[in-house]
């Protein structure tokens, strides 16, 4: 709503072709021509669809949802879409929206009475939804980056404190955006606007507290397994034929489980591996047990094969949409693949089993040593969560690299971290980072790199784990009984005995790996590198110091580490970014 030459019908439609889909997309608008409003949606087309998903347009509101929204009361075969289901809660109980709502999603909504909009991201983050206030005192908002770019009025300029977190963190949390200016909704947030009026933010979700019930073990797990089955149910309520991100580790064995015992008859399992003669162990253990124990469980399973022979400067379109900010992990690429897999395969819905530990799991008192002996005994609850969080470059070397003061910035990192806590009374260290979990780390990273890449391949990915009512239970669990120390796998020892009897026992004996990740430093990406990181590439693009950046990746490339190759991976995805996004570059 306001600067009508901003929101005109062609910069609309220029906005939702960037976010067109290769195999066909479908879009609606609507204009408002009175209050200078116009929304639109974009989504793959479907053989005899009459209605765009995500879509609803009625005499009270104009409604646009990217995502899930559970349904619960309704039976089988009268699931309505999301933006109806979206509708009918609007006009039943509109005190208590979007609070109400139970998925995961990116929202707007427009009040064609009361001429009010609103822009709502779901609790965990698991949409994004970007947004930008012109000169003027428009809104522009989409749920892809690159959409919002495709505007006219909107400049692409580096956000340095953005610039900043992306070297210390790995990822850019809301409601940062690498670019000045744009922002992104925070996990929980709301944004309302009337025409003519200023923008309101407000948070309509408080994660839960802390407060365990005493109980035994066995209670425990009994009500665990009944919310984690409920979970997997309501994601695929309706449907007969579901694809599973599948590791063979415990997390994804659960949903696989959950998914056989609701009599799901269709299932395909999806697992990424690398192989070959240099190719350590951990980078191929997915492959070694996931084949067997999806038989096992009689799921259609598929292998992602990343062997010697394969290309990473093949990257295709799609991965460069998806690389629309900086992001750190190698996996951003790796599952990008494995969506792309599940497409070929004809799946539509995958589910995922990441995130488990928001509820589940707990540092263990070796966890503790370590974080100790990296910091320091007398840490403090935010230093700890600090250093546990400063996954990408030492902090000494970002001053230099952005050419700012020493200190500045550990201090622009501790600031967006304390940006983020909405209760003062987080003091202790396992409090913080459950927090920063749900608030942060897994909206910008964890989730983020999965469903960014499924969503360019129109995949619908969702995550049972991620719930509100499941994360309201499992705060209710005593502590104790997490680190059950007969059990395994540490920190998840209810989660263990609420499955015990679908769980194979090898499983519990196998060492946790964690998701394949590679940074390809064995001279795959030279002539990327060469092109992109050296001395007069890093001056005339401007982000980084020239002389710092080399010494970093002369120190990588000596470097025995397990993460040998991170900084130069990490320089190299920035510079490639830059290249893509900041300058418009076409090669």
Known sequence: PGDKSTVRIGNLRTMLDKMQHPHGSAH???IDNDTGITLGRVAKSTPHQSVVPGWCEAEDYVIAVDGHIATHALPEGRQPEAAARLLAELRHNPAAFPAGLDGHFALSVWDRKEHMLTLARDPFGVKPLFYYRTPSGALLFASELQALLAHPGVERTVNRDALIAYLAFGFI???????ENIFKLCPAEMLTMGAGQAVQKSLYWQQPDFAPEKRPMAECAAATREHVLNEVYKQVKGKSRVGL????????????????????????????????????????????????????????HHEIVIDEQHQPLEWSPDVERQLDEP???????????????????????????????????????KQFRKLRF?????????????????????????????????????????????????????HNFIDLHKHLMVSMIGAAKSVAVQERGAALHRLDMRFP?????????????????????????????????????????ELLRRKKVGFPSYYWHQDELSLLIEQLLSESAVRQAGLLDPKTTAELLAEDKQSQKKSAGKYTWGLLVLHFWHKLH????EK
């Open 374 to 426: 990296a910091g320091g005994a007398k840490l403090s609850a935010m230093e700890m969560v600090l250093a546990k969080n400063n996954h990408f470059l030492p902090f000494e070397k970002i001053d230099q690299l952005v050419r700012v003061p020493a200190g500045s910035s550990r201090e622009m990192a501790t600031h967006i971290i304390e940006r983020q806590m909405t209760k003062s009374s987080y």
């Open 582 to 585: 900041a300058v418009r570059s």
């Open 245 to 300: 991100y599948f590791s063979g580790g415990l997390d994804s064995m659960i949903v696989l489980a959950a998914l056989q015992e609701l009599g799901i008859a269709d299932v395909h399992t999806f697992t990424l591996g690398f192989t070959g003669p240099s190719v350590r162990s951990a980078l191929r253990a997915d492959l070694d047990v996931s084949a067997g124990y999806a038989k096992s469980y009689g799921a259609t």
């Open 465 to 505: 784990f991620l719930s509100k009512d499941l994360l309201q239970f499992a705060r209710t669990i005593p502590i104790e009984l997490h680190v059950d120390k007969t059990n395994a796998i540490p920190g998840k020892a209810v989660l263990v005995k609420a499955f015990e009897d679908r769980l194979p026992e």
């Open 327 to 365: 992001m750190l992990t190698p996996n951003f690429y790796s599952k990008s693949l494995i969506a792309k897999a599940a497409g070929h395969a004809g799946i539509d819905l995958c589910l995922n089993g990441s995130m488990s530990e928001l509820g589940f799991k707990i540092f263990t008192p």
């Open 173 to 179: 949390p809301a409601p940062y955006c690498i670019f």
């Open 28 to 30: 609606s608008t609507f």
